[in-house]
């Protein structure tokens, strides 16, 4: 896997990319280059939808309204790095109010 996450402290995500450069041609390497950089951000993407997970799986109260955590939901994400392939991420909330 040309492209992982190294390290994730609370301010920060460290990712980290391989390059292949076995090739002599200059267009294979730029695109071992987009492939590796992609992945990346697909990772980064990942680790960024993290950040909006509930504690506890608990109700999140918004303007005076109790919303339910359905939990996490397999979604598909097209980003910005291309296709980021099947995942689980949280689902949308629902009004309990």
């Known amino acids: 896997m ?6 994730r402290q609370s301010k920060t995500i460290v990712l980290q990319i391989e390059v292949p450069i076995e090739s002599n041609n200059m267009l294979s390497l ?9 992945e ?10 993290k950040l909006f997970e509930p504690p506890n799986n608990e109700p999140i109260v918004l303007n005076q309204q109790k919303w339910s955590y359905k939990g996490k939901v397999l979604k598909h994400y097209e980003t910005l790095y291309g296709y980021g392939g ?3 991420q949280d689902s949308k909330p629902t009004n309990l109010s």
């Open 2 to 7: 040309p492209a992982s996450v190294i390290a």
């Open 86 to 88: 099947p995942h689980c």
């Open 40 to 49: 990346a951000g697909v990772l980064g993407t990942q680790e960024l939808l």
């Open 30 to 38: 730029e695109d071992g280059l987009q492939r590796a950089l992609n």
